[in-house]
């Protein structure tokens, strides 16, 4: 009634078992909608660039999960958002209106360089821990690769978004777990897309777990990427063959 003083001593303005079935159906309506947003799982992305927010809320909803993100001004729920929603959402325009992103944007361009630096730096301080923990679960003749790789990803516009993520899957692989349990890994962490590509270059089980995570890719890029996970397939039996011959382990 607070809302909508319009109904304010009218018909719906009575107790709910007065309501009309109709009435009382949109009321449940509503009320199902916020019982569902109040048990989703948090995540916060605010560090994930705007045109993968869409992808990793859409993604959630395919799996069936109840999860709620929040990215930088906007709240989004895997429940009810879509890609089109996401990306409204996202640039604050359908909600906060044109003149509002007009006053606020040189705040939050400010606000978003500020963070960017600190995420920034907070990465580079970081370079030589993740190199050091890669080379325990790649083979010898990948840990150049593999430190470059984490100079690319962090001096690059992801500012090495992935990479702590997608380590504990290759370590959780590395220990043996199952490819369900790392991909598990991958989805508490938001995105089996974020450390797809990292996982499957790197991890000895990479082109397994590659496989087992990309039924949503069309034919054309799976083709694509078979191509690639047959020759880090044999790269892999060689250094394996390698190692056996020379009498190191890993």
């Not at 660039?49 to 109840?66: D, F, I, T």
């Not at 003149?99 to 963070?115: A, C, D, H, N, V």
């Amino acid at each position: 009634m607070e809302r909508n003083p319009w109904a304010k001593d009218g018909a719906l303005d009575v107790p709910f078992a007065q309501l009309p079935k109709e009435e009382q159906d949109k009321d449940m309506v509503q009320y199902d909608v916020a019982l569902t947003m109040s048990e989703a799982k948090f995540y916060d992305i605010s560090n994930y660039l705007p045109q993968h927010v869409a992808q990793v809320v859409v993604e959630a909803k395919n799996r069936g999960e109840n999860n709620v993100y929040k990215h930088n001004f906007s709240i989004l729920f895997s429940e009810f958002d879509t890609a089109k929603t996401c990306f409204y959402k996202v640039h604050t325009r359908a909600f906060e209106g044109e003149k509002l992103w007009e006053k606020m944007r040189p705040i939050w361009r400010e606000e978003g360089i500020e963070r960017t630096k600190k995420l920034r730096a907070e990465s580079v301080s970081r370079i030589s821990e993740w190199q050091k923990r890669g080379e325990s679960l790649v083979y010898p003749n990948k840990i150049k690769s593999w430190h470059k790789w984490v100079e690319d990803n962090v001096h690059s516009i992801s500012i090495g978004a992935g990479l702590e993520e997608s380590l504990e899957v290759m370590e959780a692989l590395e220990q043996g777990k199952s490819i369900e349990e790392a991909t598990k890994i991958a989805v508490n962490h938001g995105s089996v897309e974020g450390v797809m590509e990292t996982v499957t270059k790197f991890s000895k089980r990479g082109p397994a777990f590659f496989r087992a995570n990309s039924k949503e890719l069309s034919k054309e890029v799976l083709e694509k990427w078979e191509v690639l996970l047959k020759k880090l397939e044999m790269e892999n039996k060689n250094s394996e063959k390698m190692l056996k011959e020379s009498g190191l382990h890993l």
